[in-house]
């Protein structure tokens, strides 16, 4: 189900006019130094009064059976305003995981829980080197004596993953990498916090001794899986990114018009100009980009997996050169720890590592490409 242009004016309107009363500068900088780094009360709000984490989660799980269009104008919204939440961990990465398993059991487990925001989860795959390759993964799964599987090995840069009721772990068995579900209070199981650039995105270290834990999918499919689950996790972090730049562009446009210098508005000087231009190049396209893989994938394109590539391409460069730029535009106090133009700064360079950085990005479209 896709809704038309309207109704997604309607939805972006009422997401940004919550996060403008719920997610300002000053509660994102006070969620930033706390533990947990989001607010379980804007968390439940977010949930009974815009019922946000069941937006794309099928009608028979509980959610509200809409698509990556519509998740992508929440995203965008998101992304400009800086949310600290388990959104992206728990909807994106998490529940489209437990989809791309196939296992209904496993979903209609966990789903309504999503779907109804008294659950949060996370997908923990990376490990020491940040790399997302289901072949790269060490963690691994085996059989006790009475059948049941148990977990052992590190998981690093997994989001939200200190405060996950649900942690889904990708670890390798002799069938290959497979998903797990594990309980975030399961024995055997530590999170600890991990200091990263951008405080605004919680990222844990998790340590599985032994931990129990219970097959989703078949055994060996983990790879299958996660080729699904990151292309739909970068067309989501695209329009994230997306509305981070245009935020970026918003801000460094207002400066312009009202900081005088020699007697009229920076904004009239070529070079500042320039800079605001070429931002909102760079924007258009990632807007762009990022709808249109969205779109491709609620319609089940066969060029999705290639426009999600270019989206994750393109709206990591505009973001960071929209972050960069806004902080030039600002001159000296956008270097200061007390202007936010940093904070974004900080989200683009995060965003643009999270799946493994531009030259991961760059070889995943070439071979979506076929090359």
Partial sequence: MTADESALDELRSAVRDFLEAKSPEEAVRKL???????????????????RLPGLAIPEEYGGDGFGPVELGVVLEEMGRALLCAPYFATVVLAAQALLASGDT?????????IAAGTT?????????????DPALISARAVRDGEGAWKVTGRKSFVIDGTTADLVLVVARTVAGPTLFAVDGTAPGLTAESMETLDATRSMARLTLDAVPATLIGSDG???????????????????EQSGGARRCLETAAEYARTRHQFGRPIGSFQAIKHKCADMLVQVELAEAASREAARLAAEGSPDYPVAAGVAHVACSRAYMFTAMENIQVHGGIGFTWEHPAHLYFRRAKSSQLLFGGPVVYHERLLDRLGI
């Fill in 32 to 50: 930033m130094e706390s533990e947990p780094r989001y607010d379980p009360a804007v968390w439940a709000q977010l949930t009974e009064q815009l």
């Fill in 105 to 113: 059991d496993a979903c209609a487990r966990h789903l309504p829980g």
């Fill in 120 to 132: 949060t989860a996370t997908l923990a795959v990376a490990e020491n080197s940040g790399s997302w």
């Fill in 221 to 239: 499919a983990g790879g299958r899986i996660m080729a699904k689950v990151l292309d739909f996790a970068t067309v989501a972090l695209a329009a």
